[in-house]
């Protein structure tokens, strides 16, 4: 832990070097102590008695095998009257982090878990992480998934080059709506199943009438391109001036070197505030728990872009900042049948995207905003 | 103290009693609906991706407005030493509490994530400050909250000793009170009309028409308690209190009326598209119309108490009073509440129109919030009457051994 | 007098810290995309890999140079003189002669523009021809189409037509026409979406 810290953190001993462990009376930190086999009474103030935690929490290692999504701490399934009981605990800040590294669990797999979610909890704002500590999330993330799912998942935290300025630009004559690449993206970026999240919006508009985005139908069930009809689609603008970015109360969001306008999930408070700020309907909001079938689970993950989420959370397109970091197309990009998606670097002056904005008559949408969207539309 | 007005706030009427229980049920519903909305994540709620705030914000919004028009009331008391306010203004503190602490109850049941709250905590979490307008009304209602404990705290327990409060202490205090009382509704109002994204909110009326419809709805709530409050215990509140409250009723009122002409003008005369969601307020955009029968309840209410408010005669007649402050409140609970923060969300950035609808979790939270600040201002209430009447005192025999000691 | 400083006070203080709008040295974002622009160095993010398993060939074509698949490779038959040992006009006369290539109709401009004698040779079947007869390798087959299509031709060119393979960095490779056309009906048919625009039959309606 470095000794300057722009947050707090709060260090219950649980580091292996650290003997005195406050999570059992036994002073064993590895390994299952007798005391731990027989549910023995809580000496936590909160209000579930440490039986039905270890109910609540085997019921989800047995479930482990076919729920799906991010399972975090808090979501250890229970009903209604447990879920009564333990309100006031989960109202402590960090109540089921507390719960689960306190309780009396059997065996290494738990404790470990348990550390992980505590260190999770209680981690700083990714923004302002060092090196060490960034790949020290990522590892944790990545240890996490395979306790939990049995699977192993490939995180990067690649950071941003020099020299790199990602810019879009979308070509409406070309645009036929066949959908493509919003597949491709649901399934990039590991988007919530249930509530059908997703980035891209495809709008038909009807020829002649201009953009008339109030009168367009964005949830079309036809062959396409409709005879007398237009596609355009809208997603994050990744903006250069963010209005995201500056209302956001804890600095969970923020622009990257590279342009990307990314966000820390385990930051994100759930205010929602981004959302109201966003002219362009760019920010998606996890309103109940994401599942994605475990065998339909992206592992190519990126700690900004597509690893998994959790409820309450903003989400939105990163321009698939695990590929394109990685000097990939995004997953629209390549999904696209029309070459309707240009996607490039607007530092080089050789990139086919400068050559758009130089020799297409290109615009974006609610310039006059001042956003500074680095998403271009343009026409044949 | 503590233990004395303890002692103190649980001894009552009958009718205290019935109203205590009757509050905490509520809050206790409102627990349980907000457990399944923890359990269930915000989907709880009605709000979507289109309409992203709903009951909550809106309840918030408000709710700052009657926070800093309670101190309104101080300003006059303290500084010019009138008497008359003195009674009102305790009251009016606590109802200023218990609004804060209804704000940021609201606050927290619309949070995502209300366990990674510390974030939020200055110095703790990481904090965007300049340049997010909701850090600032964390700070502005946190520390307004923090001047309205201690400001009357600090005179009640003057009072509680028997002894008068220094002038020297609560002076500047209370001048920066209602300064502050200002700012928070300000920034309140700041929180919305920076939003480029939403046209309905981006307009520089908002800030002046947040203070002046506060302005009217606040003392209008005050003086309804104070009725309560006259009704039910022997503290003497003189008619000339309520009538100078009154006053402050009705000029805020006819100003927030002014500002709502203007307002309606802009957006009617010459409609563009930036109208939108005011055509959808008051007239529903294509066949939605969910919001129509509040706003056409809440404008009548309006002009109608305003109007009432106005003659001197009326005003004077204290039922007819009663009567108009109650429809005001409600009158500006809707327009400032849900009438302002839902159209601002319709119709979506690409004029997508997605009507909000609340849930019955959504509303028995609300509720129980609502329960939750009438439930602490009774108690604060109380004990500062109790303080005021002097039936709660330091008793003597302590304060005896204190000085032996 | 004190509070009116308090007041001021408080207003240079708002003041001090709204100016959120660190303005930077740009007026716009297109003077900053110009400008930094001039100082790029390259970067050492290469698309390469992405091309995957592609055979590609390069081309140079009005200052743009770029890969493209390579296309006799894909060609089901080539090389065509394996049949086509004799000029078409002989092939054709022969009593026995094979029916070949019966399926394929030409729906590209009308019977006064194009026939399949506009591109292909029937005397040198290995090559396609241009409009002024000149043979033109089956691999840059965009060398027939942008005769015709000049301005689509620019566009594939300059990156705005067409559909790029891999990576947004260096190596740049796009495909060519043939690789979405068919230059015997190059028209696209439309059809169903992959997926509909929305699921949720409650959005639908």
Not at chain 2, 57 to 67: C, E, H, K, P, Q
Request: contains cysteine; proline residues 4%.
């Amino acid at each position: 832990m470095s000794e300057k810290k722009k947050w707090f953190t709060l260090d219950l001993g649980f580091n292996k070097k650290v003997p005195t462990a406050s999570s059992c009376g036994c002073g064993k930190t590895s390994g299952g102590c007798g005391s731990h086999e027989a549910p023995s009474p809580s000496k936590n103030e909160h209000a579930m008695t440490a039986e039905e935690f270890d109910k609540a929490v085997e019921g989800t290692m047995v479930d482990e095998t076919r729920k799906d999504g991010f399972q975090q701490v808090f979501d250890v399934k229970m009903d209604r009257r447990t879920a009564f009981r333990k309100l006031t605990a989960s109202l402590l800040v960090g109540a089921g982090a507390v719960q689960t590294s306190c309780s009396v669990i059997a065996g290494e797999e738990s404790k470990e878990k348990a550390q992980i979610d505590w260190e999770e909890q209680f981690k700083g704002n990714y923004k302002l992480m060092t090196q060490e500590e960034r790949d020290a999330t990522v590892d944790r993330l990545v240890r996490s998934y395979q306790l939990r799912k049995k699977e192993n998942i490939k995180m990067s935290a690649t950071d941003a080059s020099k020299d790199v300025l990602f810019g879009y630009a979308f070509n409406i004559s070309k645009c036929q709506g066949y959908m493509d690449c919003v597949s491709a993206c649901v399934e990039e970026n590991n988007q919530d199943r249930n509530s059908q999240m997703q980035y891209i919006r495809i709008h038909e508009m009807k020829d002649g009438e201009g953009f008339k985005f109030n009168e367009a139908d964005d949830n079309y069930y036809h062959e396409v391109p409709a005879e007398g009809h237009f596609y355009m689609g809208t997603q994050c603008f990744h903006c250069d001036d963010p209005p995201c970015v500056d209302v956001c109360p804890v600095q969970a969001t923020w622009r990257e070197e590279d342009g990307l306008v990314v966000i820390d999930y385990d930051w994100c408070i759930g205010c929602r505030y981004c959302m109201a700020a966003c002219p362009y309907d760019g920010r998606r909001f996890n309103w109940s728990k994401p599942e994605v079938p475990e065998e339909e689970v992206n592992k190519n993950q990126h700690y900004l872009g597509n690893r998994m989420r959790k409820k309450g959370v903003m989400e939105k397109c990163t321009f698939c900042i695990q590929r394109s970091r990685a000097g990939k197309d995004p997953a629209c990009v390549e999904a696209c049948p029309t070459g309707a998606r240009i996607f490039g670097n607007l530092l080089d002056p050789d990139s086919t995207i400068r050559w758009v904005l130089a020799n297409k008559k290109v615009f974006r949408l609610k310039e006059d905003l001042g956003t500074e969207p680095k998403f271009w539309y343009f026409m044949d | 103290m503590v233990k004395d007005s303890l002692g103190y706030i649980t001894h009552g009427s009958k009718t205290y009693h019935i109203w205590m229980i009757f509050l905490t049920a509520i809050m206790l519903i409102g627990m349980y609906c907000y457990s399944i909305q923890l359990e269930e994540g915000l989907s709880a709620t009605g709000m979507t991706d289109r309409v992203s705030w709903g009951l909550y914000i809106s309840n918030f919004t408000f709710l700052v407005g009657v926070a800093a028009a309670a101190v309104m009331l101080v300003m006059p008391t303290y500084v010019l030493n009138d008497i008359d306010f003195k009674h009102a203004v305790l009251i009016g503190e606590g109802l200023a509490v218990a609004a804060l602490l209804m704000c940021l109850a609201f606050v927290v049941a619309d949070m995502g994530g209300p366990s990674v709250l510390w974030h939020m905590i200055p110095g703790i979490g990481v904090f965007n400050f300049p340049n997010s307008m909701l850090a600032w009304d964390v700070i502005v209602l946190n520390g307004y909250l923090f001047i309205n404990i201690t400001i009357p705290l600090y005179i009640l327990f003057r009072h509680y000793q028997g002894k008068e409060a220094k002038r020297s202490v609560y002076i500047p205090g209370s001048i920066l009170s209602v300064l502050w009382a200002v700012g928070i509704h300000l920034v309140t109002a700041f929180l919305y009309e920076g939003l480029q994204a939403r046209p309905f909110w981006n307009n520089a009326l908002l800030g002046p028409r947040f203070l002046a419809s506060a302005f009217a709805a606040g003392p209008a709530l005050i003086i309804l308690v104070l009725a309560v409050i006259r009704k039910f215990t022997e503290f003497n509140i003189e008619q000339k209190t309520i009538n100078k409250i009154a006053m402050i009723v009705v000029v805020a009122a006819q100003i927030n009326l002014i500002m709502l002409v203007s307002e309606l003008f802009k957006e009617f005369y010459a409609p563009t598209h930036h109208s939108e969601s005011a055509y959808y307020l008051f007239f529903g955009l294509e066949g939605k119309t969910a919001l129509l029968p509040w706003i056409w309840t809440a404008i009548p209410l309006n002009v109608l108490a305003t109007v009432l408010l106005t003659f001197h005669k009326l005003r004077r007649n204290p039922k007819v009073l009663y009567f108009c402050c109650f429809i005001l409140f409600v009158a500006i609970w809707i327009e400032k509440g849900f009438g302002l923060i839902v159209p601002g969300f319709i119709p979506g950035p690409y004029g997508t129109i997605a009507e909000y609808r609340p849930t019955g979790v959504e509303i028995g939270v609300t509720l129980g919030i609502w329960a939750m600040g009438a439930f602490i201002f009774t108690m604060l209430a109380k004990t500062s009457i109790g303080i005021e009447l002097g039936k709660l005192r330091y008793r003597k025999k302590e304060k005896l051994a204190s000085k032996a000691a | 007098m004190i509070e009116l400083r308090i007041l001021l006070g408080f207003a240079i203080f708002l003041c001090l810290c709204s100016c959120k709008h660190t303005e930077g040295e740009y007026h716009s974002l297109n003077d900053k995309i110009e400008e930094e622009g001039k100082k790029y160095h390259g970067t050492d993010i290469s698309s390469e890999t992405y091309i995957g398993d592609i055979e590609t060939l390069e081309i140079t074509e009005g200052g743009h140079t770029f890969l493209i698949p390579e296309r006799k490779g894909q060609l089901k038959s080539y090389a065509c003189t394996e049949c086509h040992s004799k000029p078409l006009s002989e092939m054709q006369n022969n009593a026995n002669a094979q029916r070949a290539h019966w399926d394929i109709k030409v729906v590209h401009a009308d019977e006064n523009a194009m026939n399949c004698a506009t591109c292909h040779n029937g005397n040198a079947m290995d090559h396609l021809k241009s409009l002024t007869g000149n043979a033109v390798d089956f691999n840059r087959s965009y060398k027939l189409c942008s005769q015709c299509h000049t301005t689509q031709f620019e566009d594939w060119k300059g990156g705005a037509h067409g559909k790029n393979i891999g990576g947004w960095s260096e190596p740049r490779a796009a495909m060519t026409c043939v690789n979405c056309h068919n230059p015997h009906q190059p028209q696209i048919e439309s059809k169903w979406p992959v997926q509909f625009n929305t699921q949720k039959v409650k959005e639908r309606e």
